[in-house]
């Protein structure tokens, strides 16, 4: 089994920053891409940034300028600095991994999110 553990969300203000961590646990032979989703009441699921293994990353672009995605592939970890924050960027944010469980096989898998509320 392998489980994404987030941490960090919480009450934010505009122009605030906040930081998300997510840890991942169990059965894991190797991480690949790693990525933030989020996701606000009424609203499609959206890819907010991405990291491959290499460290190459990817943003939307409501993103981009502001969130900063990292990860650390020892700890099978990896992080989102989010500055400069807005109210849209209010929602649930989960992360995301592709974890191989060995060297033959490998799934994707969400963790449970974690609130992001910012509001003056």
């Known amino acids: 089994q392998v489980q994404l553990v987030e941490s960090g969300g919480g009450q934010g203000q505009p122009g605030g920053s906040l930081r998300l961590s997510c840890e991942g646990s169990?059965?894991?032979?190797?991480?690949?891409?790693m990525a933030w989703y989020r996701q606000a009441p009424g609203n499609e699921r959206e890819l907010v940034a991405s990291i491959t293994r290499v460290g190459e990353t990817n943003y939307a672009d409501s993103a981009k300028g502001r969130f900063t995605i990292s990860r650390n592939n020892a700890k099978n970890t990896r992080t989102q600095q989010m500055n400069n924050l807005e109210r849209e960027d209010t929602a649930v944010y989960l992360c995301?991994?592709?974890?191989?469980?060995?060297?033959?096989?490998?799934?994707?898998?969400w963790g449970q999110g974690t609130q992001v509320a910012v509001s003056s």
């Open positions: 169990g059965n894991i032979y190797r991480i690949n891409n």
């Open positions: 995301y991994a592709e974890v191989e469980v060995s060297a033959y096989y490998g799934f994707e898998y």
